[in-house]
Nanobody, 126 residues
């Protein structure tokens, strides 16, 4: 079974940068796709970014694609979300998710995640 632990959240001012980390255990990144989602109070969970770790194929939500970057460090079995130019509307609990995703399969970045972390809070003040 895959276990995920997020870290790196916190309270920052608008315009600041923050890097979130998701440490995976129970399997190696090479067989997984990893996604970042977020949920603000009273709002639906929304997709943020995803990476297929076998080949680095990426996808981003339109609202973040010019400001956020997803990446992985295979040696550390960790996926990152680098966020710059943070805005108050980025405030949410950010969740890491994982699914099995062979490199030959159809790339479906937004759906099908079977494993989830506990979340890390990101708060951006005005």
């Amino acid at each position: 079974q895959v276990q995920l632990v997020e870290s790196g959240g916190g309270l920052v001012q608008a315009g600041a940068s923050l890097r979130l980390s998701c440490a995976a255990s129970g399997d190696t990144l090479s067989r997984l796709a990893m996604g970042w989602f977020r949920q603000a109070p009273g709002k639906e969970r929304e997709f943020v970014a995803a990476i297929r770790c076998s080949d680095g194929r990426l996808d981003y939500a339109d609202s973040v694609k010019t400001r956020f970057t997803i990446s992985r460090d295979t040696a550390k079995n960790t996926v990152f979300l680098q966020m710059i130019s943070l805005k108050p509307e980025d405030t949410a609990v950010y969740y890491c998710a994982a699914k099995y995703a062979p490199g030959w399969s159809l790339w479906i970045p937004k759906n099908g995640y079977a494993y989830w972390g506990q979340g890390t809070q990101v708060t951006v003040s005005s």
